[in-house]
T-cell receptor
Framework: DAGVIQSPRHEVTEMGQEVTLRCKPI?????LFWYRQTMMRGLELLIY????????DSGMPEDRFSAKMPNASFSTLKIQPSEPRDSAVYFC???????????????FGEGSWLTVV | QKEVEQNSGPLSVPEGAIASLNCTYS??????FFWYRQYSGKSPELIMF????GDKEDGRFTAQLNKASQYVSLLIRDSQPSDSATYLC???????????FGKGTMLLVSP
C-alpha cells in the first residue's frame, strides 16, 4: 500500500496568501484526520472525517481554516488568508477507526511543512 | 481540560541501557493508551498500545500502565542509537472521540 499521500511536502508562502494542502488517505480507511504540529503546542487535532463527513472540527483554530473531503480518496485543508503563526507541519492521517482501539491504528502521511513569511 | 504530560527531554542514555519514558494524564476515566515514535523530520508511527493495568511486552519494548496513578510508561531495553527519536504518548480520554497526544519526549541513545 502506498500509505497516506500528502502534497505539497514543503511550501513557503507570503502572509495573506491562500494555502491548500492535499491528502490521499489509504484506500479503504473510513477515517481521515488533519493534525498540526509545532514545538510549542505539540500535535493537535484540527478536524476529522468519517466516511467523508466532518465529525469534529473543534480543533480548527479559526475561520481562516477550512477542510473538505469531497470523496473517499481526497481531502484538502485550506488556509485563507495565511499568517506567520500558521507555520507548522500539517499531517494528514487515516485509519479504519478513530484510532482509539485495537485494529484501528492511525497512519500518518509524511506531512506538509508550511512556512508563512 | 484534557491533558497528557510528558517531560520534553532530551533523555540521554548509553547504548545497551534501559530507557524509561513517562507519561501522565489528567482523566481518570481514560480507556486506552498508545506510544508513537517520531524520527526527526518524519511522521509519527505506532509502536505500542495498552489497555489494562500492568505490563505489556513486545520485543525490546514494554509498556506499563497504572490507572490509579494515571501513569503510563514505555521501557526500551538494550537501547540502540536507532531508537533515538521523539516518543509521543497518546490517550483516549473518556468523553473524547479521538486521541489526545502529549508533546513528546526526545530520546538520545549514544553509541
Amino acid at each position: 500500500d502506498a500509505g497516506v499521500i500528502q502534497s505539497p511536502r514543503h511550501e513557503v508562502t507570503e502572509m495573506g496568501q491562500e494555502v491548500t494542502l492535499r491528502c490521499k488517505p489509504i484506500s479503504g480507511h473510513d477515517y481521515l484526520f488533519w493534525y498540526r504540529q509545532t514545538m510549542m503546542r505539540g500535535l493537535e487535532l484540527l478536524i476529522y472525517f468519517n466516511n467523508n463527513v466532518p465529525i469534529d472540527d473543534s480543533g480548527m483554530p479559526e475561520d481562516r481554516f477550512s477542510a473538505k473531503m469531497p470523496n473517499a480518496s481526497f481531502s484538502t485543508l485550506k488556509i485563507q488568508p495565511s499568517e506567520p503563526r500558521d507555520s507548522a507541519v500539517y499531517f494528514c492521517a487515516s485509519s479504519l477507526g478513530r484510532g482509539t482501539g485495537k485494529g484501528n491504528t492511525i497512519y500518518f502521511g509524511e506531512g506538509s511543512w508550511l512556512t508563512v513569511v | 481540560q484534557k491533558e497528557v504530560e510528558q517531560n520534553s527531554g532530551p533523555l540521554s542514555v548509553p547504548e545497551g541501557a534501559i530507557a524509561s519514558l513517562n507519561c501522565t494524564y489528567s482523566d481518570r476515566g481514560s480507556q486506552s493508551f498508545f506510544w508513537y515514535r517520531q524520527y526527526s523530520g518524519k511522521s509519527p508511527e505506532l509502536i505500542m498500545f495498552i489497555y489494562s493495568n500492568g505490563d505489556k511486552e513486545d520485543g525490546r519494548f514494554t509498556a506499563q500502565l497504572n490507572k490509579a496513578s494515571q501513569y503510563v510508561s514505555l521501557l526500551i531495553r538494550d537501547s540502540q542509537p536507532s531508537d533515538s527519536a521523539t516518543y509521543l504518548c497518546a490517550v483516549n480520554m473518556k468523553g473524547y472521540s479521538t486521541l489526545t497526544f502529549g508533546k513528546g519526549t526526545m530520546l538520545l541513545v549514544s553509541p
